[in-house]
């Protein structure tokens, strides 16, 4: 795993101790689903990229490898499981090593490292069942962003996890606009890694077995800022969980993207943080001492039901799984091994338990969301949470008319009626109105729906003479002469002085 490269982020950490950890001591309980694992890259022909490995200066369709956890049946024997050197075989890959010989694999990615320890976790195995066959059914969809340069594959432990509970999990690396390597954290990186997610959002609608109307963002670090961005820009996401993402601390990266809009920020959303940096690491390290304490992004967010968590016994490189296997130790403020591998199965509930809630909308779960720690079992001294709830966003016009396009502008008197009634302040515009009434009824095929617009217009504004003339002009155009005239001649009666009205009938009775 490598982690983002920014000054206000404690990753360059002072190596001690190696991690003495397994899979089987963090003791993440699968569900009631088999795990199915598959690996294949997808090619993206509107971007290029450039390999750098291959040392020459060739441009090719932007590779994109894609990690995929799903609930699975066994049905034949050629579903294996696999061991945690099956995912560093993809970290190779996504690396561009793949030739490297898997005995220089922990030595070659300084992440990793060479220690009797780390050399113990190859073997292990994992939960997921290579090649196996999705479940039938529909699941909600968790789309992951990993850290800075870090790998689809990086928090595989939480990845089985979720995938045994019901959900569909698909990940790519992050990675440059132009090759491997990013910038240092720049809104051109941020850019990128949100079209990866992008990517990913479309690469979904593949699967027959995932329910598109329940999908979930999921980042680390990096991953978790370029996240953000990726809410304001879509429309279909249902809830985001941040593992100590970096919009915590670089929310000036945020601002600086076109993209950027605080109120299409408007979904459910977790955040869950390392602990308090030490003073000793602060001043030594030079950080910012407001990074244990500042969080503008959750202190801006208006239209969002948020939620804040801080662990006490993680620091920023046990929020994914490789982190907590693999990460050295720094003695300056690192927990013990059995204290991390606690916190990170702790994690790993309080993110389903999340999802359970929001894309599932279990009772259980949306009792332990809005629960404080110790109404849950859980400690203080582990956990320290605050949330605050969503403010009602004002209902306007585009929010109406968000509604009718989903309904065909069908039944929009009664759609109207029903929510003036609730909202009193909304205010559709005459004008706004009868440009939408023609330029629907202009365009072919969507007559009918033009034709509506006009009669919800002329129900809110029956006085008006200007929209029986454009409605007039509407079937006019449809070559609908009866109706023509008829309106014609309602809106003279209105205004007598309505030339054109006077002009287009002349010429109808001609």
């Avoid at 390999?51 to 956890?69: A, D, G, L, T």
């Avoid at 239209?303 to 994914?320: E, I, M």
């Avoid at 502008?409 to 004008?431: F, R, W």
């Amino acid at each position: 795993m490598r982690t983002i490269i920014l000054v206000t982020l404690v990753l360059f950490q002072v190596c001690f101790v190696k991690a003495q950890t397994s899979l089987n001591e963090i003791n993440l309980k699968n569900g009631e689903y088999n795990v199915g694992f598959r690996h294949y890259t997808m090619i993206d022909s509107t971007r290029i990229y450039q390999i750098k490995n291959e040392f020459n200066n060739q441009f090719v369709n932007r590779p994109i490898p894609i990690s995929i956890w799903y609930p699975t049946i066994i049905k034949n024997s050629n579903s294996n499981q696999l061991t945690v050197l099956d995912y560093l075989e993809i970290l190779k890959e996504e690396e561009e090593s793949k030739n490297l010989p898997n005995e220089l694999l922990l030595d070659w990615f300084p992440d990793l490292g060479d220690t009797p320890q780390n050399r113990a976790h190859l073997s292990e195995k994992v939960n997921a069942l290579r090649n196996a066959a999705f479940l039938e059914g529909k699941f909600p969809v968790v789309v992951y962003a990993p850290s800075y340069q870090a790998s689809s594959i990086e928090n595989f432990a939480l990845f089985e996890y979720l995938a045994s509970n019901g959900f569909v999990v698909i990940s790519s690396p992050s990675r440059g606009t132009d090759t491997r390597w990013l910038e240092g954290g720049t809104t051109k990186d941020l850019e990128t890694q949100s079209r990866d997610v992008e990517f990913l959002l479309k690469e979904i609608h593949k699967y027959e077995y995932i329910d598109f109307d329940k999908i979930a963002l999921m980042g680390f670090s990096f991953g978790g800022l370029a996240n953000t961005i990726t809410v304001m820009k879509n429309k279909t996401i249902s809830a985001v969980v941040s593992l100590d993402g970096t919009e915590r601390y670089n929310y000036s990266v945020l601002e600086k993207s076109p993209y950027f809009n605080l109120d299409r920020f408007n979904i459910p959303y977790v955040h869950f943080a390392q602990k308090d940096i030490p003073e000793e690491v602060l001043i030594s390290d030079k950080i910012p001492a407001e990074l244990n304490y500042k969080f503008q992004l959750y202190d801006s967010l208006k239209y969002s039901n948020a939620y804040s968590y801080k662990f006490h016994d993680l620091t920023h490189s046990h929020f994914g799984s490789i982190g907590v296997l693999f990460a050295y130790r720094d003695k300056r403020q690192d927990k013990s091994d059995d204290k991390i591998m606690a916190s990170y199965k702790l994690l790993s509930q309080h993110t389903l338990q999340f999802l359970n809630a929001t894309l599932k909308n279990e009772e259980k779960a949306r009792e332990f969301i809005e629960n404080s720690p110790d109404k849950n079992n859980i400690s203080e001294n582990l956990v320290l949470k605050k949330m605050k709830k969503s403010l009602t966003k004002e209902f306007d016009y585009k929010d109406f008319q968000d509604l009718a396009i989903n309904q065909g502008y069908l039944d929009l008197i009664p759609l109207y009626e029903k929510k003036v009634a609730k909202h009193p302040t909304l205010k559709l515009e005459e004008g706004m109105l009868n440009n939408l009434g023609l330029r629907l009824s202009f365009n072919a095929g969507k007559m009918e729906q033009g034709i509506n617009v006009f009669l919800l217009a002329l129900h809110i504004y029956p006085k008006s003479a200007n929209l029986y003339d454009s409605l007039a002009l509407a079937y006019l155009y449809n070559k609908d002469i009866k109706n023509a005239i008829s309106n014609y001649k309602k809106s003279l009666e209105l205004n007598p002085e309505n030339q054109n009205a006077i002009n287009k009938l002349k010429q109808l009775k001609e």
